[in-house]
């Protein structure tokens, strides 16, 4: 059976003293790609996924949620320098803004810097309109969630695969709330929708909308990383 771990990025800082939790130093990103390039790793956008039941054994997609403007300045050079894919998941409503889910001091990249990103190496995707846990989410406003993201896509001409990262991984879990929410993907031409669940992913995929991945933190030394990468976070981690 063909394995894909899913990796899952947030900002990236200088420096490496700050590299704790969701922000990760450019040395300890570069660790990590450098690694995938010299041990021979494919990235995979989630595109190539839609008729691929096998996959080469060092199989791995890498993601990115928020399109802050530092992943543009520390992710997007080191993608080029060492020819990796991946998906940037894009919250809508505060393109050109601020993070303003949380604590609002991350910039989010504007409509022309998304537009100007390489899409031979980034592949841009949902990750809502705005940010907020699905799970707390009426059925009104869901659908009303993915009328405005789908004008915004329109409006700004963007190119955005049919691929969402749940906010927070946050998403409505009990059956009947589950299947109302799987429905309003299907309807709006969601393909692939990834939770968090830490492990690796076997293919072919079970639920194509509760598809793992594996938090990687600013805590997470090359070792680390390695460990995550074969078999998703441990408990002591």
Known sequence: MSKLPILMYHNVV????????LSISKQKLESHFKYLSDNNYKTFFFKDLDNLDEMPKKSVS???DDVTECQLIYAVPLLLKYQLKATFFIP??????????????EKIMNVEQLKGLDSNLIELGYHSFEHKRYASLSKEELESD??????????????IAPVLAYP??????????????????HQNG?????RIGNRVN????????LIKRIDVKGEDNLFRFMLKLRIG???LF
């Open 233 to 235: 976070k441990l408990k």
């Open 92 to 105: 809508f409503s505060f393109v050109g803004n601020y993070d303003y889910w949380i604590e609002g001091k």
């Open 190 to 194: 969601i393909k692939y929708g990834l």
């Open 14 to 21: 200088e420096d490496d003293s700050k590299s704790i939790n």
């Open 62 to 64: 890498i993601t990115f």
């Open 168 to 185: 927070f991984g946050n998403y409505p879990k009990k059956n009947n709330d589950f299947g109302v929410f799987e429905k309003i993907m």
């Open 146 to 159: 993915f009328v405005k993201s789908k004008n915004f896509i329109k409006e700004n001409q963007l190119n």
């Open 202 to 209: 076997s293919l072919p995929l079970k639920n194509n909308f």
